[in-house]
């Protein structure tokens, strides 16, 4: 716990922010003009391998090291009704992610990245978000100091996913609460609720904007307030993978949500984040336009757990294989264009 | 060249279309639904795995044997000044993709996948397709019959794309002619033509259509005069694969329009076939809006080779990845729904 004892010691670090590398990504664009191909015709391919570089300070970048982390959480407001499925789920899911059952497994697999599952507390729930802060600050605090901690410095690049029944209730809270619009911009059907499970959601969530108007503004304090410990966790990752120097692909719309007070406090905080995804949860596009994210695959994914930002890792090594193993022009005696 | 010896012979072909195997994508929805994840929240991933079973007709469907096929061509209307590169450049290419250094190398190697590349006559362009038809029935039907035959019949995925000087050219006047709105619909900046190429490029298009006229509706008829090898030979590959019960990938603009012709022909021409990507040529996106296909991937791509086919080969792996290795709730213990 020796980075973040207090509120006021974690909105200084998300206010002290490490910049990029523009020689990197500069070397990185003046090869890409040589090698055999119409200048940029590998679209967006070719901007993540510069955004690589430019995070790792590395040209070409690398991809030795990928890891998917997912953070797990349980949640007081299931008792709302809000989900589908029962609580106990989140446990039994982080056993299969364990065990290797998971659609995570299976994609964090055929992109060779390490995944690490690290669930939290799963016994002490969060409390109710409609009737009291989910968590205190100690309590907050300790959930973004895990995943901090838990990012390995020498990662080249890094996935991030959750798991916890119910929080995309706490997700489009903290939306509804940071951006505005109540409940019904941001509620969507998250594992699948049905038609009275949607308006016990939304009618959860404009509760709970009620209940915490008079801490409306405070991103942290309402992140700690409406959010989860997975998502506290996912914003310490996201915030030790700036200071180490390492590019994040996020995932699905919880994931996002959690990095948004970030975004809030300072609007650079996620310049070294892509949106690995949009997920088909309604929310999650229109976070992603309020961030300036342009999400890299739309494929109506919305399982969580990294399942998006994981197929993602695909894309970024489709990308950095053809920027390292492509002929030059030279190498190659291909003509250039005639002009 | 026993299975085409005239328009007719090949007209009958492309009316005659073996259909899918509904047990086999019945029974992957069926897979699905046991799976530890809540329903339908792998998207088109999911979808994709039941297309593959439908066409392939085993559940679950097989990609131990995916084949990209790359055909070349060169373009008479190469002389009209509408690509910024050399005619020369398509055997450079050709002998690129055979040296391993083109960007579909790297992507095939990473997807697993069989790269096999056919130039089609390069010394013999087709003819200039404002004053003449580009090619002979004879020369065209040779083509189709050229990719009919490259198809291996124990494939299990095709993905299919092609390289060719000039060649946005034919596939925006072979676009225009079929589905009207005349050269400025459809002409795009292929691999990059400054502002006077793209008018001598639209010039040329509108030139064709008028010089063409005469046979517009007849859409064999047109694909030989206003084509060009390379797409001929896609579309005869695009009919082996649905002989073969072979699900296919298409590539971009060029590739989408060689299969156009099959599908004013037929409606369900194109039913055992996916959009791999949507290309940044603009064109593209209308075509496939006027097909119906919902492409993959939108990663403002414009390369051609099957690039963005072959990227959306590893969407195929990790939809396949997930479906066969995934646990299910039973396996799993994991609790289902409450409702």
Known sequence: MANFTSFSDLRALCLDLPSGHPAASAAVVQREATLTKPPRSLGRLEELVAWLAYWQGHAPPRLDHVEVLIFAGNHG???????????AVTAQMVANFSAGGAAINQIAKLASADLRVMPIE?????????????????????????????????CDLLAVGEMGIANTTAAAALCAALLGGGAGRWAGRGTGVDEEGLARKQAAIDAALVFHRGILGDPLVLAAALGGRELAAIAGAVLAARRHHIPVLLDGF????????????????LDHCRAGHVSAEG???????????????????????ASGAGVAVLLARAALACHTGMATFAEAGVSGTED
Do not use: C, N, W
């Not at 407001?77 to 609580?87: D, E, F, I, K, M």
């Not at 961030?291 to 919305?302: A, E, I, Q, S, T």
């Open 77 to 87: 407001v299931t008792a709302r009704g809000v989900s589908p499925y029962p609580a």
């Open 122 to 154: 799963l016994a002490r729930p969060t409390r109710d978000l409609t009737v009291a802060a989910a968590m205190e600050a100690d309590e907050f605090l300790a959930a973004v100091d895990i995943g901090y901690r838990a990012v390995p410095e020498d």
């Open 254 to 269: 919880v994931a996002t949500s959690a990095v948004l007070p970030l975004a809030r406090l300072a609007p650079a905080a």
């Open 283 to 305: 929310g999650h596009r229109q976070l992603l336009r309020e961030l300036g994210l342009k999400p890299l695959l739309d494929l109506d994914m919305r399982l969580g757990e």
